[in-house]
């Protein structure tokens, strides 16, 4: 499974970094995607990484602030999110899928974590 961590409530200009550990199976098979969702919104795509290479994208909205790297040790992903603003607040999950296509994973393979908060205060 995938679990999120991380989240929490922090003031505009704040920064923070989401988590994304692979419990019980080797995320190197797998890209890893981050999604957020913001009450009332539709779920928006924001990053992809293949874990194996660590190649990795950002939507082009949001590539001066957030970055995305892995840690293959800790079989984690991370979600380094800065000056934030209050529009970032959502909530933020991670997919594991086959292959990343710019900054959406693909392939088919649907496993979703339970998400972290993000609340962002202005």
């Known amino acids: 499974q995938l679990e999120e961590s991380g989240g929490g409530l922090v003031q505009s200009g704040g920064s923070l970094r989401l988590s994304c550990l692979g419990r019980?199976?080797?995320?190197?098979?797998?890209?890893i995607g981050w999604f957020r969702q913001a009450p009332g919104k539709e779920r928006e795509g924001v990053s992809c990484i293949n874990f194996a290479n660590g190649r990795a994208d950002v939507v082009d909205s949001l590539k001066d602030r957030f970055s995305v790297s892995r840690d293959n040790a800790r079989n984690t992903v991370y979600l380094e999110i800065s000056n934030l603003k209050p529009e970032d607040t959502a909530e933020y999950y991670c997919?594991?899928?086959?292959?990343?296509?710019?900054?959406?994973?693909?392939?088919?393979?649907?496993?979703w974590g339970q998400g972290t908060q993000v609340t962002v205060s202005s």
């Open positions: 019980g199976f080797n995320l190197d098979y797998y890209a």
């Open positions: 997919k594991a899928d086959h292959y990343c296509v710019g900054h959406e994973p693909q392939g088919g393979y649907t496993l």
